[in-house]
T-cell receptor, first 116, second 113 residues
Framework: AQTVTQSQPEMSVQEAETVTLSCTYD???????LFWYKQPPSRQMILVIR??????QNATENRFSVNFQKAAKSFSLKISDSQLGDAAMYFC?????????????FGTGTRLQVTL | GAGVSQSPSNKVTEKGKDVELRCDPI?????LYWYRQSLGQGLEFLIY????????KSGLPSDRFSAERTGGSVSTLTIQRTQQEDSAVYLC???????????FGPGTRLTVT
């Protein structure tokens, strides 16, 4: 079974600065998908960024980018130019390829605070 | 377009009562998932439906939990004889047949007193 570990329960960053959230996972599969979701106080889970394991290039979405290290089974999220609206819980998630077990396996989350 | 909707938004029930939670997926999405988020925890998979295939019930924590999906659209998660440990946020998500992105609803916060 796959597991996802987020070792930072809480992180804090100043507005306009850069922060990196860590995520490691364990799997015996060679192909899979990784995601970062944001959950603000509204509870709505919002997809931030995704990475296909077969792609060597790190995914980027505006101020959000990942550092995907397949051999190390590491998938960190970098948030640049942090904004107050980035404050939320961030969850790392793993998914097997479509057609097999399609559930998401989540880490326990990192609470990000953004300060002025 | 409309996203995933869930009702009720909040539900308070007495221990031992049955509850039903509803999820309305994005139109056209064939896959529907239920997750549970206990206080301070990550999301725990409960069950998923994919088209007309038999659902994957591997995450249901006990036989007090069941779910159905009628007409390939709306789903209802039923918890019988609720216990205090059932208190959590129940999240529903849907995805298209070949899509690997899941779109989540706002969740139902269940409180068992």
């Amino acid at each position: 079974a796959q597991t996802v570990t987020q070792s930072q329960p809480e992180m804090s960053v100043q507005e306009a600065e850069t922060v990196t959230l860590s995520c490691t996972y364990d799997t015996s599969e060679s192909d899979y998908y990784l995601f970062w979701y944001k959950q603000p106080p509204s509870r709505q889970m919002i997809l931030v960024i995704r990475q296909e394991a077969y792609k060597q290039q790190n995914a980027t979405e505006n101020r959000f980018s990942v550092n995907f290290q397949k051999a190390a089974k590491s998938f960190s999220l970098k948030i640049s130019d942090s904004q107050l609206g980035d404050a939320a819980m961030y969850f790392c998630a793993y998914r097997s390829p479509t057609g097999t077990a399609s559930k998401l396996t989540f880490g326990t989350g990192t609470r990000l605070q953004v300060t002025l | 377009g409309a996203g995933v909707s869930q009702s009720p938004s909040n539900k308070v029930t007495e221990k031992g009562k049955d509850v039903e939670l509803r999820c309305d997926p994005i139109s056209g999405h064939t896959a529907l998932y239920w997750y549970r988020q206990s206080l301070g925890q990550g999301l725990e998979f409960l069950i998923y439906f994919q088209g007309n295939s038999a659902p994957d019930k591997s995450g249901l924590p006990s036989d007090r939990f069941s779910a159905e999906r009628t007409g390939g659209s709306v789903s209802t998660l039923t918890i019988q004889r609720t216990q205090q440990e059932d208190s959590a946020v129940y999240l529903c998500a849907s995805s298209s047949k070949n899509g690997y992105e899941q779109y989540f609803g706002p969740g139902t916060r269940l409180t068992v007193t």
